[in-house]
């Protein structure tokens, strides 16, 4: 099976956020396919404007549910779009002294102490957080 858009030697354009997933795709797909695969890793807007201005990339991987923002600033490709991958937002706490998180609700509580985003103006993962953050609650106190 070959890697979607791959060739024999093939340059991916794709979110750093991607990276360890990626990284495990070519450990297994390179030697069995004996394709070489390049990732350049970064922060979407970025990956837009090298592409922009006449980066040459194989094939480009993004997220498909990417702010109204990033998404326009993609050439357009719909139609050698797919599905690959996705992320999951987490929230993490210290094992040994966290505050004890069961819903996003327990952000607010006085026993967290901070709290920390990607950058939540122009880092999709940031925005989806922020965002996720406002539907279910807890953003207004979270921003004291």
């Known amino acids: 099976m070959r890697f979607p858009c791959a060739q024999p030697t093939s340059l991916f354009f794709a979110a750093a956020s991607l990276s360890e997933a990626l990284?495990?795709?070519?450990?297994?797909?390179?030697?069995?396919?004996?394709?070489?695969?390049?990732?350049?890793?970064?922060?979407?807007?970025?990956?837009?404007?090298?592409i922009k201005q006449g980066a040459p990339p194989?094939?480009?991987?993004?997220?498909?549910?990417e702010d109204?923002?990033?998404?326009?600033?993609?050439?357009?490709?719909?139609d050698t779009r797919r599905s690959l991958l996705s992320n999951t937002l987490v929230i993490v706490v210290n094992a040994e002294n966290g505050a004890d998180i069961a819903v996003p609700a327990d952000l607010a509580k006085p026993a967290v102490g901070r709290v920390a985003l990607a950058e939540p103006q122009t880092v999709p993962a940031g925005i989806y957080a922020k965002e996720y953050l406002k539907k279910s609650g807890p953003m207004e106190k979270i921003n004291r």
């Open 23 to 50: 990284k495990e795709i070519a450990q297994t797909y390179e030697p069995a396919s004996g394709d070489k695969l390049s990732f350049n890793l970064g922060a979407s807007s970025t990956l837009a404007l090298q």
């Open 58 to 65: 194989t094939c480009f991987l993004r997220r498909r549910s």
């Open 68 to 78: 109204e923002r990033t998404r326009q600033s993609w050439p357009d490709h719909r």
